[in-house]
């Protein structure tokens, strides 16, 4: 293979990571008019050095230009804000089957075990946080409890908790999950004075820009310390997951 088939190899591996080496064949065959075989497309990309190695998705939506448009509109708006206006809204969780702990003791030579726990009716509750956080620190907003976290759940800790921790002026920043409602929570937002931004979709560089990504991991641990008290703040059964009962949450 020459060279110039050898840039046509680059230019169909870099559109098209994931085709065979047939397929590459009759790409040549169609597009160019050359005859090839397996052997020396295989041949070429070693010459490359293109090796085949697992692949990385990715969204498309994330480089279309309607999301980087928003993208450039929320940066934009950010810039007039001053951070000390801002507050940062996120939800993070655990299933309870990954919480345990990793380690036990026994005696010398023997290793320490225990009942797996994904065992059981109530391997699949989830543990899950919804806090807020600004340039000082955490609000005193956080809510924990046992279940997912959905319109209702999110709605209601807006209404009875986050809007009496933030004061009037402040700008409430939360990625595009679904039941963030715009359209229900907007209003909201706008009697209390507060202005409510949503983060355009897989915008987690404009999040890291905001310097409170590391709290999801602190707030993991705090999971795995106090599983026992969150299943007690729920009430303790595993009916109970997914349909939360906010006057029944630790906050």
């Not at 050095?49 to 999301?67: C, F, H, M, Q, W």
Request: proline share 6%; hydrophobic share 45%; charged share 20%.
């Amino acid at each position: 293979m020459g060279p110039l088939n050898r840039a046509r190899l680059l230019l169909d591996v870099a559109e098209r990571p994931a085709a065979m080496a047939m397929e590459r064949v009759a790409l040549f065959q169609v597009r160019y008019g050359v005859m090839l075989s397996v052997h020396q497309i295989r041949d070429g990309l070693r010459i490359e050095g293109i090796t085949r190695k697992k692949l990385v998705l990715y969204a498309a939506v994330k480089d279309s230009p309607e999301n980087v448009a928003k993208q450039r509109s929320f940066l934009a708006f950010r810039a007039l804000v001053h951070m000390s206006r801002v507050v940062v809204v996120d939800e993070s969780g655990i299933e309870r089957a990954t919480v345990y702990r990793r380690n036990g003791y026994a005696a010398a030579g023997v290793r320490p075990m225990t009942a797996a726990p994904t065992a059981g009716p109530n391997a699949r509750e989830r543990y899950n946080f919804i806090n807020a956080m600004t340039i000082d620190g955490m609000l005193p907003c956080t809510m924990g409890y046992l279940g997912s976290t959905n319109s209702f759940v999110y709605e209601w800790w807006v209404v009875n908790s986050l809007l009496r921790c933030v004061p009037p002026g402040s700008v409430v920043v939360a990625d595009n999950a679904s039941f963030h409602r715009l359209r229900v929570l907007a209003p909201i937002f706008a009697a209390a004075g507060v202005v409510m931004l949503q983060l355009p979709a897989y915008s987690p560089v404009i999040l890291e820009s905001l310097s409170f990504t590391h709290v999801r991991s602190r707030l993991l641990s705090v999971l795995v310390r106090n599983t026992p008290r969150l299943r007690w703040a729920s009430g303790g059964s595993s009916s109970d997951s997914g349909r939360m009962r906010p006057g029944h949450a630790m906050t």
